[in-house]
């Protein structure tokens, strides 16, 4: 008795789950008995006292529960289009569907047709159609059309289908709704799309403009290598600078320092730059190679700004020095040198400083050569290294010889 | 399309069977009087010498010689050349507008294409004159009394087809019903002179089942072929056979213009003959924005055009009966308004649908009210119809249309098994054709109440053929009499669905009237002699079993007419009171019944039968019209020998037995209570759910129910139900009702307790009566 008590729910909810031994389903065909022996006639198992109560008991329930119309209306249409939706063919072919109810409520009550045992455990029931036998012997073949034998067929394979209108609106109303909805959807879609575009376009750029950043930072540090190679190689060879040696390493201090809090490089380069700055400076750009001469170049060219701005605040300086002005004696060098007074006796007179003749002419070769990718340029550097010095950029290594045995490539990536 | 099935008496609720049926009660008596087996083609032998009586213009004629000149001269000879007798003034009258219609000039060329072919697609607009001139100048050609067979002009509708007898009659200066008749369902206006017969397309078709040559005729005329009704496709389909094995006989198709390629290559390419209509052109604006109410949007441009446009008078098209009779409020209300404040001219508003009295349809005819005052504007009158204006009737003056788009059309589902009415969007001729009503009298305008895109793009090229919208086991049992083995490649038009045939023959199987080879049964044979629904055909054969063949066949006359109960809109509480008084708490199957026999009683009594209808809100001209239909088929019973036996009224199984034979027919058509207390019901096998129709008169509804309809609205009911007992279901229809046929569920499950009781109420009362 108590376990017929359990409310509808529970009980639907097991003969979901559990439908093969669930006592409750709503199918007495196979209901166990209490007495086997006890059959009527047609050899069906006859209903205790007992059993019948429970039964209807339990139907008693089902049906107790009222639906809301929301339910009904619900259910109504999608029996109708489930109804409309399936082939009478295919009816007969696959199992029959089972109507699977909508709303939970719907499913929590207990009916059969809920409770029903999978596909595969209930064999179809629908038997072949006599109508459809009919209409094979006369030589129907289901799937096609009816009509004559001759005509190419453009009957109809599908009955017309059932639109039940609703209300009042007028034609076209729906379709524009649908339309409008599908635009509003649609621009919504693409709006989306674009921004995601959008978005991977951003990455993309950033990506890029960093890649071109690292590239160009390595071709800057490439070709400090270059020419400090050069250097080291021209030093090798015999300076031919050495007489102006000191003052450019003096000027080069500044210079080099500048750059290097500029561009991070590592200390041995600074030391090189500060060389280098001395050696490249009087020799014509058009003898440097094209790999780097861009780098001096723009050293070069940064150098005489430098030094036009140093006049000119010295020529200023110097004209405020000639204006009358009282010299206080009590000033220490420190004193006089922040005053800008010191700046005579301090500074070596300018002219000394050569500038590439060079400078100021057209550089076709090097415009060419800036207007390449950074990746490529890269690519000449490293490759003017290797044969003239033997040296790796990427393995930071001089080799003995040109087969430059150990090292694994020209490229960043063999280096991996 | 408001077309509707000749032989399936079922469908009452069709727009335009409830025009027909006064007039066919007023020429009952006559047409009653002509035997149905009649053969024409004997009786012109036996009165051929009357030919002999008067030197007719005829006989110097030949067949299928005739040229224009010859016929014209014929008509205009002083005596009738088919009679004998003078012609009429009247005749002269009519003969001079018969000679300005537009197919007159081609007359000769008409005759000469007739000459030289079997089957000829004809095609005319509106107004060209083709219904009433093309059977005649066939008639002087084929000279019927030479060899005693007659011509057929079929007509979609019944009221069409008397109509233009009439006229034609006249035409011809003969009494209607002697060289000129009619033929429709349960009237036969033609006599042993006939020899130009207009019929319904439905008719047609039952004749040929018993004459499958159709022999009796030398020429077979199809008109208003373009509505391609269930009836003409299955004509279409049969001629084409037949024209194959007689070469003597001749078809003529005649269409409006659409789509007369199709008819043509269906034909063999049998060559085409356009004539002209006579229409003027017309102007048609639709709206830059699709409606949001198609009914509001109408009575705003009717009332519009009444105060902007020119004289003319308005033609509204809408759905059915309660939106038309809405529509007519509002406008009317509208219009009075107008008049006080802007010194608008009067309007007359009419509505026009199929279930109208005759008396109120003829209103629309009257003229348009002239002005309020002295030069005031000019009145003009406006009718609010449904599509039976769209192409059966004619109103002239008509300048403006406004078409919302809408029309209710049949659909058929195999899947569901339901036949409804719903509105659906027109198609694109029906749209054409709307808007050339405005075209009739002069140049006119058309407003659709829809945007041209949509015009273009959401209406189909042409309304679906009957065919395709139809249960077809009537048609399948008809096909099958005619003797069409192979249904399945049935040259047919527009084939329908598979699934649809399918569902034919397996109702027709389990109404027996098919077996299991798909042969027609002794049943099936009988249940083809009535023009019913096979249901209904099977329940009236089978009812004598029930001992109330006599209640049965009165039902089954209810059934076949519109719904005899009258609700007005201004008395619906007096209408069902009085309606109670008949009602049966056990169905309204023994509702209809009752009021049927209280009828009966006052007609016995002498009443006057109008006023005692009226006064019990029953409508009269449906009442005496199921009459009409009960006598028939009443006739047609006695023909086959099926008893009218009646259980006595005392008996308490008087109702039981009535209510146990309604089963034998529509034991298809059950549902049952999904729980007790619930309103909800479910069809057997179809598992859709339904609710009984607010109409009904049944006070406790049983657990199961046999309906004879289910309307398929925003809603699904079902109407005019009877209580039933599920064991009369196992007992009366044991095939249908076979278990192992069922799909798991409730219904199986009920019906399975339900096998076990009976068959342990069996064993008791077995082993009692052993003991």
Request: with cysteine.
């Amino acid at each position: 008795m108590s376990s017929t008590t359990k409310d509808p729910s529970t009980k639907g909810a097991a003969a979901d789950s559990d439908s093969e031994d669930d006592y409750m389903k709503m199918s007495f065909t196979d209901e166990p008995t209490f007495t086997t022996s006890r059959k009527s006639k047609s050899g069906k198992p006859i209903e205790t006292s007992l059993q019948r109560r429970l039964r209807l008991q339990r139907e008693g329930e089902i049906r107790g529960r009222v639906k809301s119309k929301a339910e009904l209306a619900a259910e109504e249409e999608a029996r109708r289009e489930a109804a409309l939706s399936t082939s009478l063919f295919d009816k007969l072919v696959a199992p029959s569907p089972q109507i699977i109810s909508h709303s939970p409520s719907a499913s929590a009550s207990p009916a059969p047709a809920t409770a029903v045992p999978p596909a595969a455990a209930a064999p179809p029931i629908t038997t072949k159609s006599k109508g459809l036998a009919m209409m094979a012997k006369m030589g129907f073949v289901p799937g096609t059309a009816l009509g004559a034998k001759s005509a190419e067929s453009e009957a109809r394979t599908e009955p017309i289908k059932i639109s039940i209108k609703d209300g009042r609106e007028g034609i076209g109303l729906e379709s524009e709704r649908k339309r409008k909805m599908q635009e509003a959807a649609e621009a919504a879609g693409e709006m989306a799309k674009k921004a995601r575009v959008d978005e991977e376009g951003y990455r993309e750029r950033v990506r890029r403009e960093r890649e071109e950043a690292r590239l160009e930072r390595q071709v800057y540090a490439a070709q400090k290598v270059a020419e400090g190679m050069d250097e080291d190689y021209g030093d090798e060879v015999g300076d031919r600078m050495g007489g102006e040696g000191e003052v450019q390493k003096l000027e080069g201090r500044t210079d080099s320092g500048e750059d290097e809090s500029e561009h991070g490089s590592d200390s041995r380069e600074k030391k090189r730059g500060r060389k280098k700055t001395g050696a490249s400076s009087s020799r014509p750009l058009r003898f440097i190679p094209v790999v780097y001469r861009g780098l001096v170049r723009s050293r070069e060219e940064a150098e005489r700004e430098r030094r036009m701005r140093y006049d000119l605040e010295q020529s200023s300086m110097l004209s405020s020095a000639r204006l009358p002005t009282y010299v206080d004696d009590e000033l220490d060098m420190d004193g006089k040198h922040a005053l800008g007074k010191d700046i005579a006796t301090v500074h070596k007179p300018w002219n000394t400083y050569v500038m590439a003749e060079d400078l100021d002419e057209e550089d076709a070769e090097l415009d060419e050569f800036n207007a390449l990718n950074p990746d490529e340029r890269l690519r000449r550097l490293v490759q003017y290294m290797r044969e003239k010095h033997h040296y790796c950029f990427w393995c930071k290594a001089k080799y003995e010889d040109a087969e430059m045995d150990g090292c694994p490539g020209l490229t960043e990536e063999e280096h991996d | 399309m408001a077309s509707h099935d000749d032989r399936g008496v079922k469908r009452s609720n069709m727009e335009d069977n409830a025009a027909q049926d006064l007039k066919r009660i007023k020429r009952a008596e006559n047409g009653d009087a002509a035997p149905e087996k009649y053969n024409p083609y004997l009786a012109h032998l036996n009165e051929d010498g009357n030919n002999g009586d008067f030197e007719s213009p005829l006989d110097s004629f030949e067949r299928h010689q005739t040229t224009a000149a010859q016929a014209a001269q014929a008509e205009d000879s002083e005596l009738n050349p088919w009679t004998g007798q003078p012609h009429s003034q009247r005749y002269f009258d009519i003969l001079k507008t018969r000679r300005d219609l537009p197919v007159h000039k081609q007359r000769q060329e008409f005759l000469d294409m007739y000459h030289n072919t079997q089957i000829l697609v004809f095609v005319g607009e509106t107004g060209s004159g083709k219904t009433t001139q093309i059977p005649q100048y066939v008639l002087y050609d084929e000279l019927p009394y030479t060899n005693g067979k007659l011509i057929a002009c079929t007509q979609p509708r019944r009221v069409a087809a008397m109509s233009v007898a009439q006229r034609v009659a006249n035409e011809m200066d003969v009494e209607l019903g002697q060289e000129v008749g009619y033929s429709i369902r349960f009237e036969n206006r033609t006599g042993p002179k006939t020899m130009l017969k207009y019929m319904t397309d439905g008719q047609l078709l039952r004749e040929s089942m018993h004459d499958h040559d159709m022999s009796r005729y030398s020429c077979i005329i199809l008109d208003e072929a373009h509505e391609r009704t269930l009836a003409t496709d299955i004509l279409m389909a049969l001629l084409k056979q037949i024209a194959a094995r007689r070469k003597d006989l001749k078809i003529i198709v005649m269409s409006a213009t659409l789509d007369a390629q199709k008819f043509q290559s269906y034909f063999y390419d049998a060559p085409l003959l356009a004539v002209p209509g006579r229409t003027f052109p017309v102007e048609i604006f639709y709206t830059p924005e699709p409606e949001r109410d198609y009914l509001e949007a109408a009575v705003r441009t009717v009332l519009q055009i009444h105060a902007t446009e020119p004289e003319g008078d308005i033609l509204l098209f809408l759905t059915g009966e309660e939106e038309i009779e809405d529509a007519c409020r509002r406008i009317s209300l509208e219009v009075d308004d107008m008049i006080r404040e802007s010194d608008a001219g009067p309007m007359k508003v009419y509505p026009l649908y199929g279930t109208l009295p005759p008396a109120h349809q003829q209103r629309i005819f009257e003229k348009a009210p002239g002005p309020l005052r002295e030069g005031g504007r000019p009145g003009r009158k406006v009718i609010v119809s449904t599509n039976i204006a769209e192409t059966s009737l004619t109103i002239d003056g008509i300048v403006y249309v406004v078409d919302p788009g809408f029309s209710k059309q049949k659909i058929y589902n195999p899947r569901s098994r339901v036949e409804s009415l719903l509105v659906s969007p027109i198609s694109k001729a029906s749209a054409q054709q709307r808007a050339g009503r405005a075209g009739r009298t002069r140049p006119g305008k058309c407003f659709r109440l829809y945007t041209e895109k949509a015009f273009k793009k959401e209406l189909i090229e042409q309304t679906y053929p009957e065919i395709l919208r139809s249960n077809l086991a009537n048609t399948v049992l008809e096909l099958k009499k005619l003797g069409v083995e192979d249904l399945v490649h049935f040259d047919l038009m527009d084939p329908p669905a598979p699934e649809t045939m399918m569902r034919a023959l397996e109702e027709l199987n389990y109404l027996a009237c098919l077996d299991d080879d798909g042969e027609l049964t002794r049943l099936g044979g009988l249940a083809s002699e009535f023009p019913l629904d096979p249901a209904l055909a099977v329940m009236l054969i089978s009812s004598p079993e029930f001992y109330c063949s006599n209640e049965i066949l009165s039902i089954v006359s209810l059934l076949s007419v519109p719904s005899i109960w009258v609700r007005p809109n201004n008395a619906r509480k007096r209408a069902d009171e009085m309606k109670m008084h008949f009602a049966h708490s056990d169905g309204d199957h023994l509702t209809l019944l009752n009021a049927y026999h209280a009828y009966k009683g006052a007609e016995t009594n002498n009443e006057d039968m109008k006023r005692w209808c009226h006064e019990h809100f029953l409508s009269y001209r449906h009442l005496s019209s199921a009459d009409n239909v009960r006598a028939q088929l009443k006739r047609i019973m006695e023909t086959h020998d099926i008893s009218l036996v009646s259980t006595p009224f005392q008996d308490k199984n008087y109702y039981i037995n009535i209510r146990r034979a309604l089963l034998a027919g529509f034991f298809m058509q059950v549902a049952m209570r999904e729980s007790s207390n619930s309103k909800v019901y479910k069809t057997v096998k179809d598992d859709q759910l339904v609710m009984i129709h607010p109409s009904t008169s049944v006070t406790s509804p049983y657990d199961w129910v046999v309906y004879n309809e289910f309307v398929l609205t925003t809603k699904q009911y079902v109407r005019t139900v009877t209580n039933i007992r599920p064991e009369w279901l196992l007992e009366i229809a044991p095939v249908y009702y076979d278990l192992d046929t069922f799909e798991k569920g409730e219904i199986k499950s009920a019906l399975t307790r339900i096998t076990d009781k009976v068959k342990r109420r069996q064993a008791i009362k077995g082993s009692g009566s052993t003991r």
